[in-house]
């Protein structure tokens, strides 16, 4: 290739590897939100059906505190989903009545649990009253691990297309230009295609004309002798 050719191959291939990262970078933040907002959908599904379970009871007459099924239903709830660390049920004064985690039984909320992503159920009796809230407890470094497994997989995909879209980029310009030349630019060896109609009739008449005065040369030449 020639120094013109590479410098376009190579200036292509960078322009095509900034877009693909740019693309890449814009990707994984919407990604973020969608893997964020996923969550939060799953996990307000737990604690609702949770909460409904909860407000069933409550409306034949069972106290919250008397539900002792809960402490069966909520590691079954915790147990389809692995990033939640523990399930609550608490009163109205936030003491926990049952939980997932049985190290959380009587524990008083709220706690200092700063970085925690919680998503809290309000149950209420079929007056309105309050009668508690179911509470969800997600893993946060569990939910990091997940982004960074999806960054690490865009990571991949846009190095896998950067090299590929540099390949072509070396692999087509070349083509491309050896092609624009073979069918813009004329055979340089071929007059007929070089020179227009009328220059050329022209340069024929310019040739006949010096023939014809190397020859009127040559007699005078003789002439002398």
Do not use: C
């Not at 740019?22 to 949770?50: P, Q």
């Not at 997932?100 to 970085?115: F, H, I, N, Y």
């Not at 982004?147 to 692999?171: I, N, P, Y």
């Not at 813009?184 to 050329?200: E, G, Q, S």
């Amino acid at each position: 290739m020639t120094k013109v050719t590479t410098a376009l191959a190579l200036t292509v291939a960078l322009v095509a590897a900034a877009a693909i990262a740019l693309s890449a970078f814009l990707n994984y933040g919407a990604v973020r939100v969608s893997y964020k907002e996923a969550l939060a959908s799953r996990f307000t599904i737990v604690t609702e059906r949770v909460g409904e379970i909860i407000e069933k009871a409550l409306s034949l007459g069972l106290p919250l505190a008397g539900q002792d099924t809960l402490a069966a239903l909520l590691p079954r709830e915790q147990g389809g989903e692995p990033l939640v660390t523990s399930l609550d049920v608490v009163n109205d004064l936030g003491l926990v009545l049952f939980s997932s985690d049985p190290a959380r039984g009587g524990m008083k909320l709220p706690v200092d649990e700063t970085g925690i992503p919680h998503y809290r159920r309000d149950i209420a009796t079929d007056f309105g009253v309050g009668a508690g809230a179911g509470v969800l407890r997600a893993s946060a470094s569990a939910i990091d691990a997940g982004l960074e497994q999806v960054a690490g997989d865009l990571r991949q995909a846009a190095l896998l297309t950067s090299l590929a879209a540099m390949l072509l980029a070396f692999w087509g310009v070349p083509w491309l230009i050896r092609n624009l030349n073979r069918s813009v630019l004329p055979d340089i060896n071929d007059t007929r295609t070089v020179l227009p109609p009328d220059l050329a009739g022209e340069l024929e008449e310019i040739e006949r004309q010096q023939a014809a005065i190397g020859r009127r040369l040559g007699l005078a030449a003789g002439k002398d002798r």
